[in-house]
């Protein structure tokens, strides 16, 4: 319900009231100008705290459950909404603002500051639960939404208040002023996160520091400039409160980096080498060394598992390898593994390889059982890597300029990868094809997710393609390769790896008869993977658009 206000003329004093009711005594140290300047600054730093909250919930959970629309769209909207019930539950706070406001800002410090950790100790220790739980990472996540909205949503009735009792002003004046600090704290905290807190303190740490910043700044400017509007009890309990508060983030910043590698450990298992943010994404490497079998995760994906990443290489190179294949081009593939079946291939002069995050290259050259498994692959003069995005370097390559192209890319599912795996991306590598040129896509499990896979091939299909399907199995089901990091369920992981080879005329997936033999797979494999994909044909599905995505 909303309450009648009479505006008051710019200037007038404050009304007269007993004290600590609305509309009371400015009872301040400083000038009231001065007060005025020192509020508009705590609205402003709240603000960008408040906003680095925001961020760093959607930023996590999209780095934990995938689906970055989706986990964007939820902590947005529960936030939005909780913002609503908070500013309506301040109303009753208003006779003792500042109380109330410093109460407020603890708590905001509080949940805000420690929510990511609390968020990565759920998913790294409950998640793969399931029953009951299997959702309980999302829920956890909705309740800190929901916590952070009612307490960012109180602050604004609260330093309104504040404001006014500082020097009464007309409402819409007092709004816009009060607004204008909140906006330019949130443009403030918003470049913050992605340029300052993200890359040099990590997520983790940043949102402890923002915490203790949104703690100490809330907590002065009630202690130090409203102090005579409070009791010497609320003194002194505004003072613990914030003194447990800048405690326990202070102790979880001492204990993050004990706490990641014990996460880690639980994500993971033990014998982890290599963890990392590249900038990117967080990349880890297990094993790999004294004869035990290498594990490449990036953002917590199993990308390569040295138990058969021969099965998902030779798949997916060699079919495409079976014509010309002087010049190759390789999308993604930073780990060198392509490369290495590419140049198994007699009659290769020349591979490019483009790859979006450095680190990973630098691992595939430098990392002792990474580089043994790609047989230093980069070290080969005839291979050219390039560090940038796969769509770029599609636009900015010339006609025909390749025999072969390898998209060796993330799964379709995954929300950055869509623009991967649109229409325009296929046109794009049918412009770069020589005549009789071939293009094969790593498209996703079939087994589980077959509506993307066939997607994939229709999207293929509508850029100008003929298509040829065709899978192979024997997955590790140890953990996810797909738009969901570990299932809940690890026995219903994806276990087979779906591929569409694409030509301008018809091709067929074989070996070719000139060419190295691979290891593993056969020319009866391949027929047979053929065959099974076809069996789960979906018929009639769209093409996938950058602006219409169907992933």
């Known amino acids: ?281 967080e990349v880890v490497l297990k094993g790999g060394t004294q004869g035990r079998p290498l594990d490449l995760f990036l953002d917590g994906r199993l990308r390569v598992s040295g138990r058969d990443e021969r099965r998902y290489h030779e798949a997916l190179v060699h079919p495409a390898m079976a014509g010309p294949h002087a010049r190759v081009l390789i999308l993604g593939g930073g780990d060198g593994l392509a490369a290495r079946e590419v140049l198994r291939h007699p009659g290769v002069d020349r591979v490019d390889v483009v790859e979006l995050d450095a680190e990973v290259v630098r691992l595939a050259r430098t990392d002792p059982g990474l580089s043994a498994l790609n047989r230093h692959a980069f070290g080969d003069p005839r291979v050219h890597v390039t560090i940038g995005d796969a769509f770029g370097r599609l636009r900015g390559a010339p006609p025909a300029a390749y025999d072969v192209v390898v998209s060796d890319l993330p799964d379709p599912g995954i929300t950055a990868s869509t623009k991967l795996y649109s229409q325009e991306f296929y046109g794009l590598a049918r412009r770069v094809l020589s005549p009789g040129g071939r293009v094969v896509v790593h498209a996703g499990p079939v087994e589980s997710s077959p509506r993307v896979y066939w997607t994939v091939e229709s999207t293929l299909r509508a850029a100008g393609f003929d298509t040829a399907p065709y899978r192979a199995g024997g997955r590790y089901a140890g953990f996810a390769v797909g738009p969901d990091r570990t299932p809940a369920d690890r026995a219903r992981a994806p276990r087979d790896w779906g591929f569409v080879l694409a030509a301008g005329t018809r091709p067929r997936p074989r070996l070719d008869p000139d060419g190295p033999r691979p290891l593993v797979l056969t020319d009866a494999s391949l027929a047979a993977g053929e065959r099974a994909a076809r069996e789960t044909r979906i018929a009639g599905l769209p093409a996938s658009t950058l602006l219409h995505p169907r992933y």
Not at 35 to 43: H, K, T
Not at 55 to 67: I, R, S, W
Not at 154 to 180: N, T, W
Not at 196 to 222: E, S
């Open 1 to 281: 319900m909303i309450e009648p206000h009479a505006p008051a003329k710019p200037g007038s004093p404050p009304h007269r009231s007993a004290r600590g009711g609305p509309g009371g005594p400015a009872l301040l140290p400083v000038r009231p100008g001065t007060g005025r300047f020192l509020v508009l600054v705590g609205v402003f730093v709240c603000a960008a705290c408040g906003l680095v909250y925001e961020l760093e919930l959607v930023a996590l959970a999209a780095y934990l459950m995938g689906d970055s629309v989706t986990q964007t769209s939820v902590v947005l909207s529960v936030m939005v909404f909780a913002m609503g019930l908070g500013s309506l539950a301040a109303k009753r706070l208003r006779p003792r603002a500042a109380a109330g406001f410093g109460a407020v800002e603890a708590a905001l410090a509080l949940v805000g500051g420690c929510s990511a950790m609390a968020l990565y100790a759920v998913f790294a220790w409950t998640g793969d639960w399931g029953g009951l739980w299997a959702d309980g990472p999302r829920c956890v996540l909705v309740a800190f939404s929901l916590a952070t909205g009612l307490l960012i949503g109180a602050e604004v009735p609260l330093l309104m208040e504040l404001i006014q009792r500082v020097r009464r002003q007309d409402a819409g004046g007092a709004v816009a002023d009060l607004f204008a600090a909140d906006y330019v704290g949130a443009l403030v905290g918003g470049l913050a996160f992605p340029f300052l807190l993200l890359p040099f303190f990590g997520q983790l740490t940043g949102a402890l520091l923002t915490g203790a910043v949104n703690a100490v700044v809330g907590g002065a400017l009630v202690l130090g400039l409203f102090r005579r509007d409070l009791s010497r009890r609320a003194r002194w309990l505004l003072l613990l409160g914030n003194a447990l508060v800048l405690a326990v983030l202070a102790s979880a910043a001492v204990l993050v980096d004990d706490f990641e590698r014990a996460a880690r450990h639980a994500v993971y298992g033990g014998d982890v080498r290599v963890a990392l943010q590249s900038g990117v994404q």
